[in-house]
């Protein structure tokens, strides 16, 4: 674990959410079931492969070595997740104690965790520049005539999509998802950020299969803005290969004159080929604009393999 060892030893204290450690891009050789993640004030280790107790007793002493070096003044407190293949995904606190509520903070936004249940934390890293550039977008029309944006926040999760619209200054979003108990925790960080109160915009959250759901999500419409951001399979929810061409037939009907749709695929087997020649058959239409960028921490040797993020226009 020479190249996780080097990171931890540069490791910064951080103010904000952030990956330290990307294994997963293949560029160390031999670590790429690693993960390290800040989630301040807690560290996350997180391996796709059954790893032993001396490893992690390694790795521990290192983030311990570090975080003295560091002198932060409070403790360490750091957690390992096992995703191992086969397996259920396991999360267990190491050492120190988690804040309750445990929330952290990204380009001035604010988002509840919860890292000891479940596979997922609550929030994923390698999506802030779609949040970026999601809260840029609603910020350049929020001064339009006629209101700020409407956006449709499909697969919606716990809503940071619809956080960081609202603090551009969109008008409305509607946010999708199939779990309720997601959704909640959606709730909880729209009031993180002061966004459900009188003049905050106007935020929904609907419990629904999208594919069930069309005719009432296009009387709320249309939109200038729609995020497509779903599970690459996820059996009863969403398979990509089968329900993606589906829902991309839908989007011509749901966008404004000029709407954009930001389409989302965390799927290595499928590279952007897949998204692009899809969108030629179902909406032949729509405009590529392009795609965009991943952090520089999520680097991968393949970015076909690493998360797609494409931005398509419907013509004025």
Known sequence: MHHLAEAIAAMPVCA???RLFHGRGGLFPGEEHWTLDALPPALVLTSFQAVTDAQLAEVGARLQARWDALATGAPLTWAFQSRAPGGQAD????????????????????????????????????????????????????????????????????????????????????????????????????????????GQGSASFLAHDIFSTWGKL??????????????????????????????MRRLPDLLAPGGQALLCLNAPELGPDFIDDAMR????????????????????????????????????
């Open 218 to 247: 296009g009387r709320a419409g249309p939109y200038d803005l729609v995020i497509v951001d779903p599970p690459s399979y996820q059996k009863g929810s969403f398979i990509a290969t089968k329900d993606y061409p589906r829902l």
């Open 281 to 316: 058959e179902q909406a032949p239409s729509l405009q590529r604009v392009g795609r965009l960028p991943n952090p520089p921490a999520f680097a991968d040797r393949d970015e076909a393999r690493s998360l797609k993020v494409i931005v398509y226009r419907q013509p004025a």
């Open 16 to 18: 904000e959410a952030t």
């Open 91 to 198: 999360t267990r606190l190491m050492a120190g104690e988690l804040p309750e509520p445990h929330t952290v903070q990204e380009a001035g936004a604010r988002y509840r965790l919860q890292l000891l249940r479940g596979q997922n934390h609550g929030l994923f890293l390698d999506m802030a520049e779609g949040r970026r550039w999601v809260r840029e977008q609603c910020a350049a029309l929020a001064d339009r005539e006629g209101g700020g944006a409407r956006v449709l926040n499909l697969f919606a999760y716990t809503c940071a999509f619809s956080v960081v619209a609202l603090l551009g200054g969109a008008a409305q979003v509607v946010n999708i998802d199939m779990a309720r108990g997601a959704l909640a925790v959606g709730q909880q960080n729209h009031r993180l950020n002061g966004l459900l109160g009188p």
